[in-house]
């Protein structure tokens, strides 16, 4: 069956319109950046009457690519573009390529003197890497699509997922065969997907002097994801960590591939909140999924206990948060929690100018609601809300 993300109507809108922009696909891997722009070029393909000349190249391969190659391939397409009188160059994992920011506005801005009408995509795994450098080399000249996880509602559509299924196995389409194969599943996420993106995405365009304590840091997030852990209390639970300023660096790191980071406590000024102890959380639940399998526990031994089952269903929510989140622009919502002393919140939302006070409950119908209760009263102006038992029902939340 075949899915069309939500970027998908906008991406083709942009590539019709007269004026050149620079298209810029960016999210981590497996969430659909090629297979979208594949279905944008057939849409492009079959709503028009000449023929439309395309260039579609991938930078994937070991090690960084230089910057000769990218200009060869952007040389084939003006060849194409002057036979047809224009050109769709579609470059893939472009965060491969040294420089690539630089010789991009190079070649962008010939063609455009020259009045070339070579229309470029450029797709990259990791929002951060990809975006290294892009506002101030290619300022006015590009817009982004961002593709974050996929979420409840995709999965079940696609793959028939149940709640219970996305709750523990997350949102990676290509996995999603594999679920009834619990370890044959666990085995793909831990290969393909997570191993892949430490090694090709963080390690090879990141300074990362210790490789081990990256990967341990990502275990770690895994292991607490909705939960709050001090740096100082994260140095406990690794060996050779370094200092604080190193576990930052290394969250900040998997942030920007998209698998895991350290949301911030909200505090009502920006400049204090990076400073604050973070709330683990991981981008995708089947990250989790693949922890508690390492540790002996699939789908039915989790949900049969509910501390972890609990988690599960937290992280689940935080997850779907952050895949909202990671689609849009910077100033769109953006994702917190909240404590004082013993009263906790579980994610703070502001979005669009409200703020949301969300509590997610798994178990029994939950009574008094302190951190909630505290939160408001400090805040009159949050909108609370509880998800799951006692307040909106789970699957009708994801589904929105």
């Known amino acids: 069956m075949t899915i069309e993300r939500e970027a998908l109507t906008p991406l083709v809108a942009r590539l019709r319109e007269p004026r050149r922009f620079l298209q810029v696909v960016a999210g981590p891997r497996q969430v659909g950046k090629t297979t979208l722009v594949r279905q944008a070029l057939q849409i ?143 085995a793909y996420v831990s290969d393909a997907l997570i191993e892949t993106t430490i090694s090709k995405d963080v390690l090879q365009l990141a300074p990362v002097q210790k490789p081990a304590l990256l990967r341990r840091v990502l275990d770690l997030a895994c292991a607490y994801s909705g939960q709050m852990l001090s740096y100082q209390k994260m140095l406990g639970q690794l060996d050779d960590a370094g200092n604080t300023t190193t576990l930052a660096h290394y969250l900040d790191l998997l942030e920007g591939a998209g698998m895991a980071c350290g949301l911030p406590k909200y505090m009502g000024q920006v400049v204090r909140q990076r400073a604050s102890s973070p709330k683990l959380q991981v981008y995708n639940n089947a990250l989790l999924g693949c922890h508690w399998l390492a540790q002996g526990l699939g789908l039915a031994q989790a949900q049969a206990r509910p501390e972890i089952w609990g988690r599960l269903v937290e992280s689940a929510v935080g997850a779907d948060l952050l895949a909202r989140q990671l689609k849009h622009s910077i100033g769109q919502p953006q994702v917190f929690y909240w404590n004082k002393g013993q009263k906790e919140v579980d994610y703070i939302l502001n979005a669009g100018g409200e703020l949301w006070a969300l509590e997610v409950k798994s178990g029994k119908a939950p009574g008094k609601l302190p951190g909630l209760d505290a939160f408001c009263n400090l805040h009159p102006e949050a909108r609370p809300l509880i998800v799951g038992s006692g307040g909106m029902d789970l699957e009708t939340w994801l589904m929105r």
Do not use: N
């Open 44 to 186: 492009l393909k079959a709503s028009t009457s000449q023929p439309l000349a395309q260039h579609s190249v991938s930078a994937d391969g070991t090690g960084l690519i230089g910057r000769s190659w990218l200009s060869a391939q952007w040389e084939a397409a003006r060849v194409l573009a002057a036979q047809a009188g224009s050109c769709l160059l579609v470059i893939d994992e472009i965060q491969k390529v040294t420089d690539w920011t630089g010789e991009v506005k190079r070649l962008w801005d010939e063609d455009t003197a020259a009045l070339r009408d070579v229309r470029v995509v450029i797709l990259g795994s990791a929002p951060l890497l990809i975006a290294h450098g892009l506002s101030e080399s290619m300022t006015g000249r590009f817009e982004v699509t961002r593709l974050g996880h996929w979420r409840y509602a995709e999965m079940r559509q696609a793959f028939g997922l149940s709640l219970d299924e996305f709750i523990f196995f997350g949102g990676y389409p290509g996995a999603a065969p594999l679920i009834h194969d619990e370890q044959r599943w666990a």
